[in-house]
């Protein structure tokens, strides 16, 4: 009934928008997929130097896989991570190497500029799930790709844009989450410094050409 009385649907993940049209195939004239959009002039990439070895957790959603995440920081002790998250306590934690932040971007202690900065100073962003069809973690990557900070996420149903957005490309695909392949990837990237740079401006640019404000506004308006 939803369905029948609504005039459209907006899709913002490509899996989302594909699973309706196959599921409900006699409505698919009022499905349309518009690429997420975040404000790439403000997530902009500075000069900075990749090869730290700071790594960066954001989310509060039930698709992170939070018990994995703290599991994956005590096997890479070589490594710091923050976690920026209210899902994890400190009581949670198995490791020193670990700063946690009880955070969101709706807490004002915690501005856009702060996230901004924590982004840029960590050599990697990561973002584990839980396989779903909810297109979990768009905005931080996207977010975080802007800024020049690659991407490490595990490729669920709902991953958002899968033509778009490519292993080893512009973003690094984890198929489930394993210790050993997160660790494999997490050291493939940062002993690779070249690799990572590549993978860092491509992902910039994929963001800035297909995930700006001003493509999803054209859009929508046209939609309306």
Known sequence: FLIILTDNFIFLSKGEYLFAENKYSTFKNKFHFIPFAI??????????????????????????????????????????????????KPKDLKSDNIKLINGSWGNVDYSDNFIHNLYISSFASIIPLKNSLQPSGQSVALQSMASGTPVLITETNGFWEPDIFLDRKNIILLKENNIEEWINKLNFLYNDENIAKNISNLARDTVTVNNNLEKFNDKLIKLL
């Open 39 to 88: 404000d790439t002039d403000f997530w902009n990439k500075p000069e900075k130097n990749l090869h730290n070895n700071d790594i960066l957790f954001i989310g509060n959603d039930g698709q992170r896989d939070y018990a994995f995440v703290i599991e994956l920081a005590k096997n890479l002790p070589q490594y710091e991570f923050t976690f920026v998250t209210k899902q994890i």
